[in-house]
């Protein structure tokens, strides 16, 4: 039932107001258990100079990228081996955390400490899912399984992963792994 | 800057309605790089005959439950092992997939599973985050460390973990596991 | 589609405003082609100290009453030839216009003019429908089929009519009569 | 007293808006006895994309013509026996129901009837009324008088007429008529 | 024409609510030219839980007293020379301000400097009028006629004065006071 | 804290619209003691035909000039002594009330009246403060200091003054000064 109304500076794209309007369909649904066709969302555009708080107006802050296709965008690079570019989604202080692995603060960190562990290795997603924490940071949850090459290259595949990363200002600020690869060498 | 009015039947809880205010605020910084102060929430309650569709009222429909609460309740009841009180949070056609098992569908499974692989264990939980999916799943991501004992009766401690759930009308649907303890297991 | 907020000062009654939501409702579908559940009617009650107009506040003026149901009680009080009665519903400047009738301002003139035209007649009411005109008359159509005796004692029934009303502050200042009678006189 | 809000996606013509405005006041005072300077209509347009009901936008369906103007036109068209153009009017289950006929499902079978009755006719139409049922049906009531010839060439006029049409989707789907003719044919 | 609509917190009386609706037509009509009858005040209040803003909830603050009333109030005590209660209207930091005087920090230090002026003083006020800065001070404007007794005994009326005050949370912390006593000494 | 949101017909421009929005940011802050930051006004701008009273639509009157500026300039027009500029800020039915005058009436009575009392004068304004009356009249007050040339020749400076004005339609209707100057002369 709830109907939604959104006071808005104008400034923002269709495909940011589309995810705004989505994200608080979902926000409503988490507490009243109404179907999405029970949750209206209408968003009320304002030009900067009719909004004023002390006084003085606003000026609209650009949208957040999605960040399931920011992390989604990460990990292609990342897969591709593009350090360069992958490492333009890392903030200065980010930390990974891989199974077993020490706090890692670089993708070459990352690199060397895998070197043992397999030849090569591919994501395939099976979902990304992503809200805010209540603080800066956006959480963003990414699924799915891994294939590769053992460093004896023999190959494996469909091993189940989880990553769960923490963007503050559109950059990952923390880099979290959990998967199955453990059980899978102990299974060879 | 975005003000957000909520129309809302009356019926729900201080508690729902600070939850709801909260979901809606972490909803909008999805999208807007606004700070959580630059967020009003406006609640405005109707009585249920000021509210028609249809030319038909509607009657609140109560509030789901904290859906992180939930699973730490239900890890609380199964980490008591008290299997019939766990076993109320779970759907009849719950699936639970944990690190190389198949999916498993009843609690008593889960046990028998984890026989060989641990004498017990105990979750310390360190975050529990909860957002609603576009259908009708709520999904919770609960993680932390795990400690226990070896089946040869050695321990071990602060082996990371990440459980996926899926709720949907606030019983478990899914539960999907991660955990380091191969990772353990071969370390030992 | 349209979501409609009504601003209403409190006082109403639950079926006054039952009226009111169901009446904006087909009010916005005379325009919009809208399935009735796509209109939603919100309801925003203030207490009178809290609406201002030219700096004072207004007290609300008792609803209206249902149009149809006082026709139909006028009819009725008119059937069982209670004058007192149906005479409270008459406006002191009431025009009835009866089929070949010269205007009429009163139901003892109805009466005399009807004597040679039936010996008794009841109305059969299939459907009233009220609406507000631009000005200030309530318009009601009530309609159906008559039967009773003629002059002569023998009967007839089914015969169709029409009646048309205008009301203003609730009290009938015009009733227009169209009927078959006449074709049923021919007919006999 | 009332102040309406309505939100409205964009789409809609200035004729449209005003039709609608007037229409909710009217709908206003059917149950507050309020003079029409004392209802404020307040129409808010959304662009489509600022609207989401079930994190789906909505297009604007076409305004419905003015049910009066298309009555008119209905009847200016049968009144110049254009039965082509006058047919474009009606639904293909069409009811007319004239004094004494039986229902009648064409305009061909109309003018049938009516041919021992009357060598011609034409509607002077003193006002025009329309509404919209609780269900799909809009109303139109449509009044004045009739002036023809007689099967003997003598003439009539002054002759009072009602008529009363049920319109789904700008079609007729009803007809139901009432006039004085038999009583004119009586006096003669 | 302008219809303003005040999202409040619940617990401001009727008395602030009508000073404040009062306040806000004024303001409107400093701008846009209608009379008083054309601007509509709602106020809407919200219990203080349904208010957030930064994920949090406000306490509404008491309301300011009426500044005009307040200073009628200092002026009263000031002119019964009640020096104790007239010193509980000023802020500790109080300047005031009288014709060719030094700046004064203190009623008993105006009373001396009042001394060699006139041996007695009374204010009679035509017109007190308030307004807010758009800083912390609230501006108060009073003025009408001074009589009394000059030094030798003789008497004087009708002198014109305006004193103008600044008050911050409702205490005063200016005074200027200008008035036509030194032309009506020279006039004697 | 509160939230106003301001309904107005297109057509104001953005200074129109900025000095509104701060003008009701101080008459909230005239009741409610909240920081200028906790006070938001939201502006919502609706083309002329999308608003209804009494089924009608309004044109937006022109914005009243800032009544400080207007003020300012007739100052200026007066300083410079060109009258017939600073005429056309004048009612026909201005009075102007100086200190020990008779009411004045038009510019040409104040110079004359001011002959014997100063050679020349000018104003050094240090603030200007308006609000609106309830009534029609809009209230300026001016204040600074005064210097110029005694009749004899001689010079002052630094003596203070206040005008008070009303303005209706943006015309003054009365002006009332306080000033020094007798203090001045007494000095000399």
């Given amino acids: 039932m709830p109907v939604i109304e959104v006071h808005l500076l104008e400034g923002y794209q269709p495909d ?9 369909t979902d926000a409503v649904r988490l507490v009243v258990p109404a179907p999405p066709e029970a949750v209206t969302i209408m968003l009320h555009e304002m030009p900067s100079d009719n909004y004023y708080r002390g ?9 957040l990228p999605d960040p399931c296709e920011l992390i989604e965008q990460f990990l ?21 955390q891989f199974p077993s692995s020490e ?6 960190q990352l690199i060397e400490w895998s070197k043992p562990r397999y030849r090569s290795i591919a994501k395939q997603i099976e979902g990304s899912e992503a809200f ?30 989880i990553d769960r990363f923490e963007l503050v200002n559109a950059k990952i600020t923390r880099q979290d792994v959990w998967n199955d690869l453990a059980e899978a060498r102990v299974a060879l």
Same sequence: chains 1, 2, 3, 4, 5, 6.
Avoid at 55 to 63: D, F, I, K
Avoid at 76 to 96: I, N, P, Q, T, W
Avoid at 132 to 161: H, M, N, Y
């Fill in 16 to 24: 940011d107001r589309r995810r705004l309007s989505e994200s608080l």
């Fill in 55 to 63: 006084r003085t107006t606003r000026t609209p802050a650009a949208a």
């Fill in 76 to 96: 292609a690079h990342l897969g591709a081996r593009d350090l360069a570019k992958a490492s333009e989604y890392l903030s200065d202080s980010v930390v990974m």
């Fill in 103 to 108: 706090p890692m603060h670089t993708l070459e």
């Fill in 132 to 161: 805010q924490s209540a603080g800066d940071e956006t959480i963003v949850f990414c699924r799915g399984t891994l294939s590769g090459e053992w460093p004896d290259g023999s190959t494996f595949k469909g091993v189940r992963f």
